[in-house]
């Protein structure tokens, strides 16, 4: 079981908006930054969103960020099947000492 | 541009140690803004992180593995690696190695394709 819990699946049409939580405590999420990654069918994980909200270069800004309290959300707009991809948060846990993870949420676009 | 490229064996035996490393390129491992770190993802699984190693030294692990992983750099390389003792079919994965910032919470801005390891008898 992860330490940060994501929906399992999520799903939209072409073209529409979705958005996809990432539930934590106050040892990880509620007092560190939140990264998400997508990962494509058969390859590595890919750096979304670091820091919350800020998007590395060369992401798009139908990706974004936010967070509140001990929740945070990856919100996509403009659905484009080539969205399809499992999407994971990620953070460092201070009680733990160690990253953690959600459990990733699997993107279909109808 | 940075890239980072893991090898090692593809086949172990139950009780044999995995070790794994991970060759950076297009910056240096001794830059103080980055963690080196393992990550791996059981087949049709989600990501488990397993350890971090500053350029200094110092390191953090999965507590759930700690017992079992070892972690260390070579900053005359550019290459880290990670042993995992002990192994068995559970241990059956694919194998990251990533960039991990520093300032950032740990986020993994640079990964290796990944290296599938398997534990099989």
């Known amino acids: 079981q992860s330490v940060l819990t994501q929906p399992p699946s999520v799903s939209a049409a072409p073209g529409q908006k979705v958005t996809i939580s990432c539930s934590g405590s106050?040892?990880?999420?509620?007092?560190?930054?939140v990264s998400w990654y997508q990962q494509l069918p058969g390859t590595a994980p890919k750096l979304l969103i670091y820091?919350?909200?800020k998007r590395p270069s060369g992401i798009p800004d139908r990706f974004s960020g936010s967070k509140s309290g001990t929740s945070a959300t990856l919100g996509i707009t403009g659905l484009q099947t080539g969205d399809e991809a499992e999407y994971y948060c990620?953070?460092?846990?201070?009680?733990?000492?160690?990253?953690?993870f959600g459990g990733g949420t699997k993107l279909t676009v109808l | 541009q940075v890239q980072l490229q893991e090898s090692g064996p593809g086949l172990l035996k139950p009780s044999q140690t995995l070790s794994l490393t991970c060759t950076v390129s297009?910056?240096?491992?001794?830059?103080?803004?980055?963690?080196w770190s393992w990550i791996r993802q059981h087949p049709g699984r989600g990501l488990e992180w397993l350890a971090y190693?500053?350029?200094?030294?110092?390191?953090y692990y999965n507590p759930s593995l700690k017992s079992r992983l070892i972690i260390s750099v070579d900053t005359s390389t550019n290459q880290f690696s990670l042993k995992l003792t002990s192994v068995t079919a559970a241990d059956t994965a694919l194998y990251y190695c990533?960039?991990?910032?520093?300032?950032?919470?740990?986020?993994?801005?640079?990964w290796g394709q990944g290296t599938l390891v398997t534990v099989s008898s």
């Open positions: 990620g953070t460092w846990d201070s009680s733990l000492s160690a990253g953690v």
């Open positions: 820091d919350d909200n």
């Open positions: 990533a960039r991990a910032v520093v300032d950032s919470s740990g986020s993994f801005d640079y």
């Open positions: 297009g910056g240096s491992i001794s830059s103080g803004a980055y963690y």
């Open positions: 106050s040892s990880n999420i509620g007092n560190n930054y």
């Open positions: 190693i500053y350029y200094s030294g110092s390191t």
